[in-house]
Nanobody
C-alpha cells in the first residue's frame, strides 16, 4: 500500500503562485509515474499534469500549459506542482496519484483509472 499526502494548498490572489507537494510513503516511488488531478465543486475530476518515473516525460492539460510545471525528486519521494499565473478557475481540490506501471501506454497519463493510489487532496483557492 502506498500513502500519498498532499500539502501546499491555500488561498492566493489571481496572478500569484503556489507550489504543491505530494509526499509518498512507498519504497518504490522512483518506479511510479505520478499525476495531479483537480476537482472543482460540482464538476468532474480532471487531469492536470503527469510525469513518468524518470522525470523526463511531462504531460499537461491544455488549460494549464505554460503556467504549471510538474516535477519530481525521487530521492525525497516527492512530486511537485508549481502553479504560476493562477486564475480563479484554478480553484479546486488538487489530488496527487501514483501509477505503479509508469503508464502502460503513452496515452494513459490522463486516465483516472490508470492510477492505483490517491492522496486525500489539498484545497487551492484563487481569489479575484
Amino acid at each position: 500500500q502506498v500513502q500519498l499526502v498532499e500539502s501546499g494548498g491555500g488561498l492566493v490572489q489571481a496572478g500569484g503562485s503556489l507550489r504543491l507537494s505530494c509526499a509518498a510513503s512507498g519504497r518504490t516511488f522512483s518506479s511510479y509515474a505520478m499525476g495531479w488531478f483537480r476537482q472543482a465543486p460540482g464538476k468532474e475530476r480532471e487531469f492536470v499534469a503527469a510525469v513518468r518515473r524518470s522525470g523526463g516525460s511531462l504531460y499537461y492539460a491544455d488549460s494549464v500549459k505554460g503556467r504549471f510545471t510538474i516535477s519530481r525528486d525521487n530521492a525525497k519521494n516527492t512530486v511537485y506542482l508549481q502553479m504560476n499565473s493562477l486564475k480563479p478557475e484554478d480553484t479546486a481540490v488538487y489530488y496527487c496519484a501514483a501509477d505503479p506501471d509508469n503508464f502502460k501506454y503513452s496515452g494513459d497519463y490522463d486516465l483516472e483509472y490508470e492510477y492505483d493510489y490517491w492522496g486525500q487532496g489539498t484545497q487551492v483557492t484563487v481569489s479575484s
